[in-house]
């Protein structure tokens, strides 16, 4: 254990060994914890509880998966704990012509990445080449994300780490 001022413990943070280790009841880390960090509640499982990603999921939150490739992947750099912008490239049939045209919207924006492929660990650096990508989303987000991956194609923008910001977009074409 480590002292820390009362004032100064961040919100969420076991105040003891005692406080967290509770009568032998088995708790699993979810996220890396550094050297001397307080142990943070969202980092550990509840007690009894299995390391899942369920268990990392924002309360009413759901997680969904979408298949990309390693262009759509933003070449494998993509890594859980990233926000992404996620785009949305369909052809769509003029009605008064009869010409296909190619469309591109930013369907979500700064979406959580929580695992890519199999992996769900935070502390990787290094980028791979990835065949699934799994984020954490709203119960419409899903939706839109399902559907949107029907009948279309989706890739993927990497945002900056600092970068929070809902930008006003809009849809646009060839030829824009």
């Known amino acids: 254990e480590i002292d820390w001022p009362a004032n100064a413990l961040p919100a969420g943070a076991f105040g003891s060994k005692a406080e967290l280790i509770?009568?032998?009841?088995?708790?699993?880390?979810?996220?890396?914890?550094?050297?001397?960090?307080?142990?943070?509640k969202w980092k550990i499982t509840g007690p009894g509880q299995r390391a899942t990603l369920s268990a990392t999921l924002s309360p009413g939150m759901k997680a969904v998966s979408i298949r990309v490739n390693d262009v759509l992947g933003v070449a494998g750099f993509v890594l859980p704990g990233?926000?992404?912008?996620?785009?949305?490239?369909?052809?769509?049939?003029?009605?008064?012509?009869?010409?296909?045209n190619s469309y591109v919207d930013v369907l979500l924006q700064g979406v959580k990445v929580l695992a890519v492929d199999q992996s769900a660990d935070d502390r990787s650096d290094k980028p791979s080449v990835v065949n699934t990508v799994t984020f954490e989303v709203s119960t419409e987000e899903a939706q839109k994300l399902t559907l949107a991956a029907n009948i279309g194609q989706l890739s993927l923008a990497l945002r900056n780490i600092a970068s929070s910001d809902v930008?006003?977009?809009?849809?646009?074409?060839?030829?824009d």
């Open 22 to 40: 509770k009568s032998g009841e088995r708790r699993v880390v979810l996220s890396a914890i550094e050297v001397n960090e307080p142990i943070l």
């Open 82 to 100: 990233d926000r992404v912008d996620v785009m949305w490239t369909r052809e769509i049939k003029e009605s008064q012509s009869g010409a296909n």
């Open 167 to 175: 930008e006003t977009v809009r849809q646009l074409k060839i030829g």
